[in-house]
Structure formats: structure tokens, C-alpha cells
């Protein structure tokens, strides 16, 4: 355990930050699985609302830095590539 006080400021900080970091992916993993769900479905409709609402949130996390600018291009390049092969 830490025994200066901006070493204590530090543990905390990071645990705050983890757990910010932790929601945001949590997120992003939620909305990949409903634009794969919709994708398995065959569904276009619903495929193309849930891109768009995970385009936002990777995005999102890419401002935040919670993702890389490259993770984030990947993510979106390869829900959209999967949307586009049931339309």
C-alpha cells in the first residue's frame, strides 16, 4: 500500500478512471452485439439503426480515449462491411 499521499491520490484517480473506461466498453460491446444480432437476423432495417447508434458510441470512445483512432476505424469499418452484405 502507498504511504504518500499523492501516491493515495494516484490509486484513486486510476480506479476512477478504470471504472469510466470499463462503462464506456461496456457499451460499445453492447450496441457491436446488437448490430450482430440484427446482421444475423437479416434484418436491414434494424441493421442500419443499431450501425448508426454503435458508429456513435465507438466514436464516442475513440474522443474519450478509451480506443485507438485505428480500433476505432476498424470497429466501424467492419460492422459497416457486415451491414452491407445483407442489403
Known sequence: ??????????????????????AIKSRVKTAIKKVDAAVAQKDTETANTALK???????????????HKNTVSRKISRLAKAVNTIA
Do not use: Q
Open 1 to 22: 500500500m502507498a504511504n504518500i499521499k499523492s501516491a493515495k491520490k494516484r490509486i484513486l484517480v486510476n480506479e476512477t478512471k478504470a471504472a469510466r473506461n470499463k
Open 53 to 67: 447508434a454503435a458508429i456513435r458510441e465507438i466514436s464516442k470512445a475513440g474522443s474519450k480515449g478509451v480506443y
